[in-house]
């Protein structure tokens, strides 16, 4: 049995990184999910800039089945007509680029960030608070 290929942005991941609400949902299902290059320097950035043990925590990921996909020249393009409807929600270009590799894989994409949940759009996005 295939199993179902979903998305984690950054804000997920770091929730089931930091044992915040939600993580939990993303921890259960990591062996599921793939993550932009982008999304992955943003996390990267982010334990970096928080002081954790990254390469710890990088080969703990990758053990649990975690991939890091490319983000292709298509996504770009799709990321950047995202531009104009998320926009006034304050989607920043990784958010962008999240949904982008969602709508190229034809999956769901997994976030914290409560400001999905106004997009007008086909998005299959699943919050976990």
Same mark, same amino acid.
């Given at each position: 049995?295939? /199993?179902?290929?979903? =998305?984690? %942005?950054?804000?997920?991941?770091?929730?089931?990184? $930091?044992?915040? /609400?939600?993580?939990?949902? =993303?921890?259960? $299902?990591? %062996?599921? !999910? =793939?993550?932009?290059? =982008?999304? +992955?320097? @943003?996390?990267?950035? /982010?334990?970096?800039?928080?002081?954790?043990?990254?390469?710890?925590?990088?080969?703990?990921? /990758?053990?649990?089945?975690?991939?890091?996909? %490319?983000?292709? @020249?298509?996504?770009?393009?799709?990321?950047?007509?995202? +531009?104009?409807? !998320?926009?006034?929600? &304050?989607?920043?270009?990784? %958010?962008?680029?999240?949904?982008?590799? &969602?709508? $190229?894989?034809?999956?769901?994409?997994?976030?914290?960030?409560?400001?999905?949940?106004?997009?007008?759009?086909?998005?299959?996005? $699943?919050?976990?608070?």
């Amino acid at each position: 049995m295939k /199993k179902e290929k979903w =998305v984690v %942005d950054a804000s997920a991941l770091l929730a089931a990184i $930091h044992n915040e /609400k939600g993580g939990e949902y =993303v921890k259960q $299902h990591v %062996d599921r !999910c =793939v993550i932009s290059a =982008v999304n +992955w320097s @943003e996390v990267l950035q /982010k334990l970096e800039r928080s002081g954790s043990q990254v390469s710890k925590i990088e080969a703990s990921l /990758k053990a649990l089945g975690l991939r890091i996909v %490319d983000f292709t @020249e298509e996504e770009a393009a799709l990321a950047a007509s995202l +531009w104009p409807s !998320c926009k006034s929600l &304050g989607l920043s270009l990784a %958010d962008r680029a999240c949904l982008a590799t &969602g709508a $190229h894989l034809k999956t769901k994409v997994i976030t914290a960030d409560q400001a999905w949940k106004k997009l007008e759009s086909d998005a299959q996005v $699943h919050l976990i608070r």
